[in-house]
């Protein structure tokens, strides 16, 4: 890091200029940035903005807006239309249903997933108290999360959207991936809001899928799962079926990932 030298008054006529559209960000940058944003994210609960993280890695406001920009295209982050990173899974800049809680940092989960996978990542917080209420009847629930074990609990995680899909519209997918008191409360919720159902799971289920999803995240370099891995990584926790790109239990070739995959789906399922 080369340390926050002239960080750039911002002219006045153009104070986040627009990256040339032609011009691809050096790789080596971007990785750069990418660590900086999920480090700081973990360490404070906020999401960096561009203008903190060119000043912080001694970045022009162009170069930290084109990283940004490629970060997003490859789906490390999740930014709105003025660059403001809504995610940095299992990181959220919203709040979408959950909160955690640690000894010293409070984060928006984005999700279920998120957020129980936060305590597997961050190393400093080994158990945090995750909280949310249920979509149907809004009665709160909350568990200490740890690495050690699932949380007791007979609640149920539901996820509305097939892997395949979650990138359609990643902000409703991770926004639909809750924790309902029952299998009662799920039904009643899908027949109120009129939709189908998606994938129910027990808690230890999903501590399971939360518990080595995003490890890495924080190191650098960092390899993104490709769809084989991730695939192989569902089955290893007990999961099957075509929502999550895998065969139906006992129909050891039907459902494999293939052409019902959206479009700009391929080649990266990295969901939640
Ligand atoms: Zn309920
Ligand atoms: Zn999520």
Known sequence: MT???????????SPV???PQSSAPDPRLVERVRVHVYREFAATGRPPTV???????????????????ALHAA????????????????????????????????????????SFAIPHLVSD??????ATTCPNCFTPH????????????????????PVARIWDDVVRSCGNQSIFCSEGCVSAWLSATGQERGYVMSLETLWLLARGWYAGRLDTPYERREPTRAAEYFA???LSGS??????????????????????????????
């Open 3 to 13: 340390g926050p030298s002239v960080s750039e008054p911002s002219a006045p006529e």
């Open 17 to 19: 200029p627009e990256p």
């Open 51 to 69: 203008l903190g993280v060119a000043d912080r890695l001694g970045l022009r406001p162009l170069e930290a807006a084109a990283a940004f920009d």
């Open 75 to 114: 789906r490390h982050l999740v930014l709105d239309a003025d660059r403001r990173i809504l995610i940095a899974h299992p990181f959220a800049g919203i709040p979408l249903r959950f909160s955690v809680m640690g000894a010293r940092t409070l984060w928006w989960g984005g999700c279920a997933w998120d």
């Open 125 to 130: 917080e080994p158990t945090v108290l995750v």
């Open 142 to 161: 909350a568990w200490v999360v740890s690495r050690d074990a699932p949380p007791a609990g007979q609640q149920v995680a539901h996820f509305l959207v």
């Open 236 to 238: 290893s926790i007990g």
């Open 243 to 272: 929502f999550w790109g895998l065969p139906d239990a006992g129909r050891p070739n039907a459902g494999l990932p293939d052409a019902e995959a959206g479009p700009g789906v391929s080649g990266s399922p990295a969901p939640s």
